[in-house]
């Protein structure tokens, strides 16, 4: 019996065994870098907002520290969103006519809530607390990113688990004192620039690191690891 | 293991087959068969269910299933293509679950934020819940704005921190989506303002004749105010008339007060003072009795066989978790009672005579050896003849001011409520009456069915009916006018507790549907539809108040709750000298067949029907839900050939209503008890048609007890109960579940229960080894524990509400119970032992164990159950993917699982509702109690922040803050100075099914009765006094 293929098909054979691995890992890349991108996590994505409103402005322009507005960061879970009236605690005095601020002044008049878009929006199956993360020491800007310098605001981060077990399982690495929670200016220490800790100088972010984790009695990884941690 | 005889064709989705009830009916019990191999073979020691004694084969496949049998089961209807479209639709999105983009979401703040206002954390308001009258002090947990969850008020005495299921599910009653939303005219929606204006003209009508065709139906009421304004209403219209009914009255309590003493008083017990109680068919720890939180409380306070222990008679005529907790039952027909209050009576020097029995001798010379520290309690169903005796045995006794007091009534005006329905009733049919306002009752359908309530008030010709209520109910359906009411949770009132002391009832929420509250209405009545209930509130104690502030007054008894110093002072009476007289034919004859009506325990007089919570709570003896079946006793059962589930024909004078029976060990014989409540067509999507309606064979000359003729029928119908479910396979003889022993036992051999076990060595295990008080594992050094007191558990499932409402649970509906897919995460079992006619009897909550050892977390594949540092049995929702393999690796039977999408993600109402700290589970999600991990993560930040440890009992589980007999304990077992951790090392400690090594992280505390040595020898004959 004469052979049904000619010997030239083994070639192909082969190489689509390889087209089909390499396509299948490409496939698979593809779609690891599509889940861990701006379009699926929104990372540096502004959304629209009713007011235009720039941190930039009010954080590195004005100085206004972060609890003027987002007062129950060190109490609660959530941070806080202002109600109108803290706009209109100096909004009341400047720029009182300004066009932009109209939706604020009909809020104010109308009683009706300004309605704004979500930026840093984790699942809701996922718990997080922000007042015992200034508490142990985590800057405001070591997951929010340099709102300080953003004239409209957006995550900074992926929010992803992947992001937050970074350190959640080597809190060292991003720790800083508690008076350094809320400088925007704060940078990790290097050996130009130490972090003075504790009456002690420290040139690198590890000893530093090591040394908050043990005055501020942070939990053992383990700890901060479990489950039940984040989720319920 | 018993054959897998699961056919194919059953798990096969394609084959159509609807999920129908009735064909999932396992071979049905047949009791004769039961007593034959009862004979023959030895049952298990303890029992929960009847199949279980007799160790059927139905039962024991049961048991081995993960599920009972259906629920893992595809039954719904559902073509071939339709799954295999669906099928295909799930594997090409299998992958991509966690690629789902989250959706935009708003946030939106306030204008102007309250002052003490933090979003997150949740603020809570002392406030009060009414059942039956009765005020019970709660406070409500409030989530900006949002009520989220009742617990009891720790200030007030007739709470002392603990709730009750009627309490803790009013919460849903507020929710509920069916209640009324508008004012309806002739079925036709209206405003408030137009009420007002019809009912002024028709008002002023009256005004001008007195109110002589005035007439206001209330049901019983014990708000100040609110008695207040119905005296100033009748001021107004002289002529007018109050009439209450409420179906469950305490006609024969108030009758037999007046028998006793020719007044009415309220009857309060001390039970912290009594060593020796006597129930007379009194379910006094049951939540519908007046009173019950404190009274459970102190019972239980006396159940600690280190300490001086109480000890419980029971004579019952109904099984009651009272009963239960007995220590010597005597099962008797309620007719019977009467005559063995006689006898008591006369053994104990009271005059008359006296039939002679071993449980009547024990008894009396109990309480002489206690008098003055021994107490009667006799039960509402009751003759007033039973009451008066009660009285004057607690006065021969010594017992008045120790453990029996006297006070002031707490309802403000107590009448015989079913005499005053009658009259009403009278009225209407001889034409007298204009103007019906029918407040908050609802007698169109739980009046007596002899007054033909319905048809009367139709054919009335009054000009206008009134009904107000939450529901559109069967009276609304026949008034004209119908108003909404604003719930307890929603409008300023006031009520007296058991104690008479005065609880504000706060508003947590303005009125969702802009209801009104009773004293809006009774004001527009008078004219002044302007004052709102704060106002009218305000006013009435402005008048009150002995305080020179008032303001300062108010803010502080608004903060607090209650009203300080309102509590009724004990009241010197002494009863009448003499016995009540004898009533002919007081006793039945004891061939005839003798009915009993009960409230429901869950849904009680029918105004929970629409409450998925209380109608899918397994109720405490039959573990029955969604249904009211008639109770009949075994012996009954096996002489009539009737099994559990067969309907039978129920004829009371002339009236018939068709039933199904169902078989109750320890109901005595030539009995039937039914429930009332159930069997409702107008109140909600919820409550409409469930259950049999017992009013209609309800007369109002015989509210409690009758004699019926029963004809069995040759017809089932499928019941859903609990029982059976969940049954652990154990060595049942050596090792139980449960263990008890007598006071004596214990004091010669205090570890009995931990005889019974085998614990392997910690280190014979695979598992790894872990030292949870090692600070390189578990730095803060907490090790999560509990222990549940088997001695304490009066069965009253506070625990089972609580923890639906804390943790989102959902309700699943009769038809999903009945295939074993209920999703308590808490539940209380009922075991049983000895003769089925009397048995003694155990409650057992069961949550999750926590094990150290745990086999869930081995067997699954995605790590959605796995341990946390602390020892909790972590279960992360998100991960899940179902298997359920875990369920089926779980000896304790705990896990439940989203067999089908459970939880309502549609209804806003039920949006408000829910806690915002846990997580709602969606379909294919295995759920299951992680000790309320929510509450210990806000205390564990909370003390981080604060740089401390957090203290003992700072945690309490949903389960432990409701427990009224505070049975369970939760704490830190690493901390040897913790409660948790001194009841673990008590002797009555034990692990159950400890020899599985799974170390559990629950333990339970081993039940020790006190009984009579006077009656032990025989402790479970059936006697007849």
């Known amino acids: 019996m004469a052979q049904i293929f000619h010997r030239s098909i083994n070639l192909y054979s082969k190489a689509s065994i390889v087209a089909v691995v390499l396509l299948g890992g490409a496939a698979f890349a593809g779609l690891f870098a599509f889940e861990r991108s701006p379009y699926i996590t929104y990372q540096g994505v502004t959304k629209p907002q009713p007011v235009p409103f720039s941190h930039q402005h009010h954080v590195a322009g004005l100085g206004i520290d972060c609890r003027y507005c987002h007062t129950t960061v060190e109490t609660s879970n959530y941070a806080s969103i202002p109600p109108t009236k803290t706009c209109m605690n100096c909004h009341s005095q400047i720029w009182t006519n300004a066009a932009l601020l109209e939706p604020v002044r009909d809020s104010y008049r109308s009683g009706r809530s300004l309605v704004w878009s979500k930026l840093n929006d984790l699942p809701d199956y996922v718990y997080f607390n922000h007042s015992i993360h200034i508490n142990k020491g985590v800057g405001c800007n070591t997951c929010h990113g340099p709102v300080d310098k953003m004239p409209l605001m957006y995550a900074a981060s992926t929010l992803q688990m992947e992001w937050c077990l970074d350190c959640h399982r080597a809190p060292e690495k991003y720790l800083r004192p508690r008076d350094e929670v809320f400088n925007m200016e704060y940078k990790q220490p290097a050996n130009g620039e130490p972090v003075s800790f504790d009456g002690k100088d420290y040139t690198d972010q590890k000893t530093l690191g090591m040394a908050l984790v043990a005055k501020y009695h942070l939990r053992n990884v383990t700890d901060i690891t479990s489950c039940s941690t984040c989720h319920r | ?1025």
Request: proline share 6%.
């Open chain 2, 1 to 1025: 293991m018993a054959p897998e005889n699961t056919k194919r064709e059953d798990t096969c989705p394609g084959k159509k087959k609807t999920l129908d009830v009735q064909s999932l009916d396992a071979k049905a019990l047949d009791l004769a068969a039961v007593r034959e191999e009862i004979a023959s073979t030895s049952g298990p020691e303890y029992w929960r269910s009847l199949e279980e004694l007799a160790g059927s084969d139905e039962f024991r496949e049961m048991m081995h299933r993960e599920f009972p049998k259906g629920a893992s089961e595809w039954l719904d209807s559902f073509s071939r293509r339709g799954f295999l479209q669906t099928m295909g639709a799930s594997l090409a999105l299998a992958g991509m679950t966690a690629c789902t983009r989250q959706p935009l979401e708003q946030i939106v703040p306030y204008v102007r934020q309250p002052e003490d206002m933090i979003p997150g954390r949740p603020q809570f308001y002392a406030s009060a819940t009414t059942l039956g009258g009765y005020a019970s002090p709660v406070l409500v947990e409030s989530h900006m704005g949002r009520p989220t969850k009742i617990e009891g008020n720790p200030d007030h005495p007739a709470s002392l921190g603990a709730s009750d299921i009627f309490a803790q599910a009013s919460l849903l009653n507020m929710y509920d989506p069916d209640r009324s939303q508008t004012p309806v005219y002739l079925g036709e929606t209206r405003s408030w303002k137009n009420f007002v204006d019809q009912i002024r003209t028709r008002m002023a009508g009256q005004r001008a004749v007195e109110g002589e065709g005035f007439r206001l139906l209330t049901g019983p009421i014990s708000s100040p105010t609110l008695a207040n304004q119905i005296q100033a209403l009748l001021k107004m219209y002289p002529k007018a008339k109050w009439h209450q009914y409420s179906p469950l009255h305490r006609d024969n309590v108030l009758a037999g007060s007046m028998l006793a003493f020719g007044q009415a008083v309220e009857t309060q017990y001390r039970l912290e003072a009594a060593d020796v109680i006597l129930s007379l068919d009194a379910d006094f720890l049951s939540p519908s009795f007046p009173g019950s939180a404190r009274y459970t409380h102190d019972y239980a306070a006396r159940r600690n066989p280190d300490a001086a222990m109480n000890r419980l008679y029971v004579v019952e005529s109904v099984p009651s978790p009272t009963g239960v907790k007995a220590e010597h039952r005597l099962s008797l027909r309620a007719s019977e009672v009467e005559g063995f209050a006689r006898s008591l009576a006369a053994s104990l020097g009271l005059g008359g005579n006296a039939a002679d029995s071993r449980f009547l001798r024990a008894v009396a010379d109990d309480f002489k050896a206690h008098a003055g520290s021994c107490v009667v309690i006799a039960g509402e169903q009751q003759s007033p003849e039973v009451h008066a005796l009660a009285h004057a045995i607690n006065a021969h006794l010594g017992n008045v001011g120790k453990t029996v007091v006297y006070t002031d009534t707490v309802l403000a005006n107590p009448v015989d409520q079913t005499a005053s329905l009658r009259d009403l009733t009278q009225d209407l049919r001889e034409k007298k009456v204009d103007v019906l306002v029918i407040l908050d009752a609802n007698p169109v359908y739980d009046a007596p069915a002899d007054l033909n309530f319905a048809d009367v008030v139709l054919n009335s010709g009054a000009g206008l009916r009134l009904h107000y209520g939450l529901h559109q109910n069967e009276t609304a359906e026949l008034c004209q006018w119908h108003v909404n009411a604003a719930h307890s949770l929603e409008a300023w009132s006031d009520g007296r507790t058991y104690d008479g002391s005065v609880c504000i009832i706060q508003p947590l929420i303005a009125p969702l549907y802009d209801g009104k509250s009773a004293h809006e209405l009774v004001a527009a009545l008078m004219g002044q539809s302007t004052l709102t209930g704060h106002d009218i509130l305000r006013s009435y104690w402005q008048g009150q108040a002995k305080s020179a502030d008032f303001e300062t007054w108010w803010r502080k008894t608004v903060h607090d709750g209650f009203v300080a110093g309102t509590a009724h002072p004990a009241k010197a009476v002494t009863p009448k000298a003499g016995l009540p007289p004898l009533k002919a034919a007081a006793a039945a004859d004891a061939s005839t067949i003798e009915v009993s009506f009960r409230g429901d325990p869950a849904i009680y007089d029918g105004s929970f029907a629409n409450n998925g919570w209380m109608q899918e709570l397994p109720k405490p003896m039959s573990k029955m839900t969604w249904d009211n079946p008639a109770w009949i006793g075994p012996a009954y059962a096996a002489r009539k050939g009737l099994k559990s589930e067969d309907m039978v024909t129920l004829e009371i004078a002339g009236r018939s209503v068709q039933v199904p029976v169902w078989i109750q060990a320890g109901h005595p014989d030539n009995a039937i008890t039914v429930f009332l409540g159930y069997g409702r067509r107008r109140v909600g999507r919820v409550g409409n048609g469930a259950g049999f309606n017992l009013y209609a064979v309800r007369s109002s000359d015989a509210p409690w007890r009758t004699t019926a003729k029963i004809t069995p029928l040759a017809q089932t119908y499928k019941l859903a109960s609990t029982q059976g479910y969940q049954t652990i396979e154990t060595a049942t003889i050596t090792r139980p579940v449960i263990r008890e022993g007598s006071l004596a036992e214990y004091k010669k051999k205090p570890n009995f229960a931990q005889e019974m076990e085998e614990t392997p060595e910690r280190n014979v295990t695979l598992y790894p080894n872990v030292d949870y008080s090692d600070p390189n594992y578990n730095k803060l050094g907490y090790a999560w524990g509990m222990t549940v007191d088997l001695g304490a558990c009066v069965g009253c499932n506070a625990c089972m509400i609580a923890c639906h409402s804390e943790n989102n649970i959902p309700v699943v509906g009769k038809p999903q119970v009945v295939v074993g897919r209920h999703m308590h995460w808490i539940r209380v079992d009922a075991y049983y032992q000895g003769d089925r006619d009397n048995p003694s009897a155990s409650f057992q909550p069961v949550p999750c164990m926590q094990c150290e050892n745990a086999p869930c977390e081995l067997v699954c594949p995605v790590g959605a159950t796995v341990h946390s540092s602390e020892g909790l049995n972590d279960m992360v929702y998100n991960r899940c993917i179902g298997t359920r393999y875990c369920s089926n690796n779980c000896p304790y039977k705990v896990r439940r699982f989203n067999f089908l999408l459970f939880q309502d993600w549609e209804t806003p109402q039920f949006k408000m509702m829910r806690n915002p700290d846990v997580s709602i589970r969606s379909r294919g999600v295995m759920e299951k109690c992680t000790y309320c991990v929510q509450r210990i993560t806000v205390a564990r930040i909370d003390s981080e922040r604060e740089e401390r440890a957090i203290q003992d009992g700072e945690i309490q589980t949903a389960c432990q803050q409701a427990c009224p007999s505070n049975a369970i304990v939760f704490g830190n077992i690493n901390d040897p100075q913790s409660k948790v951790s001194k009841l673990k090392a008590q002797a009555r400690n034990y692990s159950m099914l400890a020899e599985l090594n799974t170390r559990p992280r629950t333990t339970y505390l081993a039940e020790v009765r006190n009984p009579n040595p006077q009656l032990e020898s025989a402790e479970h004959a059936v006697e007849h006094g």
